[in-house]
């Protein structure tokens, strides 16, 4: 299976390698609709437009974790900009959603997220004003609570609007490395972790 996010911000699964093109290899898209099988048409409400979701994501087993434009890119194409997701590629597409993220220290515009790093589900993401974030999956370090899969409706009336609760991640680790934005993807090699700022500087950081 690969995955990627087009820069209208749907993400895409298909089937690798089958020589299928066309709707017959799509596996899931997300957000889910009748695309997903018949693909766009004009007058299905949506909008594909040059919308900058030009990141790519990560992988850690079968969770592709990237920021993505999620359910509300149908009516709010930029809404997406404010949220990392861990999206679950072989769930059903109401179990996609694993997890969703604020990241800290993040504008919520275009290109504020860099490529995220993953390792052993700990996941690590710059931003767009120069922290180095730390992100635990909730399946090796609890959650510090649960939202709704669709961040525009309140947690408390997610259930009731036919949407589900999952984990929102602890942040291990914010580290403001205070050289300017980081533009690039965090590079893990043995235990420390590489990461590069527009400011000319290269950090290298260990665990304690």
Request: proline share 9%; hydrophobic share 40%; charged share 15%.
């Amino acid at each position: 299976m690969a995955v990627s996010t087009q820069k209208d911000g749907w993400t895409w699964a298909v089937n690798a390698g089958t020589g299928t093109p066309g709707p017959a290899s799509v596996r899931w898209a997300f957000p889910p609709g009748s695309w997903s099988s018949s693909g766009f048409n004009p007058a299905d409400g949506t909008y594909h437009g040059d919308s900058r979701y030009l990141r790519p994501g990560a992988v850690w087993d079968d969770v592709y974790i990237v920021q993505t434009g999620g359910y509300t890119v149908t009516t709010d194409v930029y809404e997406g900009f404010h949220h990392l997701y861990a999206l679950n590629g072989c769930a059903s597409d109401a179990e996609r959603v694993r997890w969703i993220k604020d990241v800290p220290n993040a504008s919520g515009f275009e290109y504020d997220l860099r490529p995220p790093t993953v390792t052993h589900g700990i996941i690590f993401v710059g931003t767009d004003q120069g922290h180095l974030v730390v992100i635990g999956d909730p399946s090796v370090t609890p959650a510090t609570g649960w939202r709704c899969n669709n961040p525009a409706i309140p947690t408390a009336n997610c259930v009731a609007n036919g949407f589900f609760l999952v984990p929102d991640p602890a942040v291990l680790a914010d580290i403001n490395l205070g050289a300017g934005a980081i533009n690039t993807e965090p590079a893990i090699v043995g235990d420390p972790v590489f990461v590069s700022t527009e400011g000319g500087k290269v950090f290298m950081l260990k665990p304690n």
